[in-house]
């Protein structure tokens, strides 16, 4: 009881002094303080990479390649490439953090629930990781991410040869704030983001899927960190999906279970409520953050067959 009662009063202190830090660091120089906090708190716990799975995806039972694409600022990342035996929809997949492309294959369970998806919606998929994640080069930032995102799309509407007005954008978790990035940049038209030779192949996405995003990292930071008592104002304020989401004038299949345990389901609903869409919408009463696809399998594919056929008919 005594070592239970030391612990909770240096937690306590802890966490007086921290407000007194941020505090006097608001007062004194916002700048430095709102660096403190994102760098400290919120980069280690946003760009977490997960395992690498060194063995190539032959189990998965789908044809498939690697690929090698290249940014704008000169940053090579690795990418994945599933194949369909014959026409099907296209897939630009932007996974979320604490996943890298690996993580389809990287238990038995994910094997066979991404084989199964692949059967089931019939699509080409293509994932990549993103600087910093194992094989990519760089170090991992929002506006990093935003980058290789574009690169991506420069890749599969470049040399994989795929019609660029065909693909369809899918986002999970912090990937879904990368695919509205790069869904409103597409919808913006070609601009200074994207390299010369290449803006013939900027144009409006087929559709976009959002899985289990969040409002804003902000309100991301203050629902998981809110312990620490730093004002709203100075914590990360970046991937703003709820600002960006009245742009995405554009078919959108917007999924999220309501007993998601790591983004509220609220969250889900309140980014919904902004889209502006034509949407549709789905929201298993029992799936969680990550098992989505394993736990409401027979209802969602013929929902994602049907949203792809709509979306990318001539």
């Known amino acids: 009881m005594a070592s239970s009662s030391v612990s909770g009063c240096f937690a306590t202190i802890v966490i ?5 830090i941020y505090t006097a660091a608001a007062l004194s120089a916002p700048g430095i303080a709102l660096t403190v906090a994102s760098e400290r708190l919120v ?6 990479r997960g395992d690498w799975h060194a063995e190539p995806p032959d189990a998965i039972g789908a044809p498939y390649e690697e690929a090698a694409i290249y940014t704008a600022d000169g940053m090579e990342l ?4 599933f ?3 014959r026409p099907s929809p296209t897939l630009l997949f932007c996974h979320g953090t604490s996943y890298n492309a690996s993580d389809m294959w990287l ?20 994932v990549f990781d993103y600087r910093g994640y194992n094989r990519s080069a760089g170090i991992p930032s929002e506006a990093g991410t935003y980058s290789d995102a574009r690169g991506a799309w420069l890749f599969a509407s470049g040399e994989l040869g795929w019609p660029p007005e065909k693909i369809v954008i899918w986002g999970q978790s912090l990937g879904g704030a ?7 940049d597409l919808l913006d038209g070609p601009s200074d983001l994207w390299p010369q030779p290449r803006r013939e192949n900027v144009c409006a996405p087929a559709g976009l899927v959002v899985e289990c995003a969040f409002t804003s990292m902000a309100q991301m930071s203050h629902h998981r960190m809110g312990f620490l008592g730093i004002p709203h104002w100075l914590l990360y304020a970046g991937y703003d999906n709820l600002a960006r989401a009245p742009k995405l004038k554009l078919p959108v299949f917007h999924v999220h279970g309501q007993a998601d345990e790591i983004i509220p389901y609220a969250f889900g609903r309140t980014l919904d409520e902004a889209i502006a869409g034509p949407k549709r919408c789905y929201w298993p009463e029992k799936s969680m953050h990550n098992d989505i696809w394993l736990t409401s399998q027979a209802e969602l594919a013929p929902q994602l067959r049907q949203f792809f056929a709509e979306a990318t008919v001539d």
């Open 16 to 20: 007086m002094l921290k407000r007194l």
């Open 43 to 48: 980069r280690p716990r946003l760009f977490y």
């Open 78 to 81: 690795q990418g994945w490439l």
């Open 83 to 85: 194949k369909q035996d």
């Open 107 to 126: 238990t038995e369970e994910r094997v066979e629930a991404f084989g199964a998806f692949l059967r089931g919606v019939g699509c080409n998929f293509f």
């Open 178 to 184: 990368v695919a509205i990035k790069l869904t409103c």
